[in-house]
């Protein structure tokens, strides 16, 4: 089974998510997983994917940024470089959801995020997550063992008193 949840867009133009400056250095989300079928506790996330999408205004030459996952829980990960033009195209970061801590945090089916700006100004355009996953396997806790036994005994005690 594969969820997507998007916010904002993925294409160099229209509207963006934020615009990161001087004086508005983060943005903040969380993905929320239930917008596409993900039922927690009957649904299990075993990987996915993290897209962001950026655009410059081309004031200045050397635009980056820092994420961090799950308030801190992962990352800050390093300076990545995002001065794609803001008329006719955009930068794309990916990140893999691979790590077991990343995966056990998808089970509840939210995943927060943070950009912070470091250097210059930019575009935040949007943001992809896509998990893949499918229904979580119930251990089988002896009952059925228990129910074919008890059944079991059943035809056999109804045998003997036919017999």
Avoid at 1 to 24: A, E, P, R
């Amino acid at each position: 089974i594969t969820w997507q949840v998007q916010h904002g867009t993925t294409v160099s133009n229209g509207s963006y998510l934020d615009f990161l400056y001087s004086g508005d250095t983060t943005y903040s989300n969380t993905f929320n997983l239930a917008t596409d079928g993900f039922i927690a506790g009957v649904h299990e996330v075993t990987s996915g994917e993290l897209a962001f999408y950026f655009a410059d205004d081309e004031n200045d030459s050397a635009e980056t940024v820092r994420f961090t996952f799950e308030n801190g829980t992962f990352g800050p990960y390093g300076d990545y470089e995002v001065d794609g033009s803001h008329g006719g195209g955009f930068d794309k970061v990916d990140f893999t959801i691979s790590s077991p801590a990343a995966v056990v945090s998808l089970q509840d089916g939210l995943f927060q995020y943070t950009v912070l700006r470091i250097s210059g100004d930019t575009y935040l355009k949007g943001a992809v997550l896509t998990a893949y996953g499918d229904h979580k396997q119930v251990p089988d806790s002896g009952a059925t063992f228990a129910l074919m036994a008890l059944g079991l005994g059943g035809l056999i005690a109804a045998r003997k008193r036919m017999g």
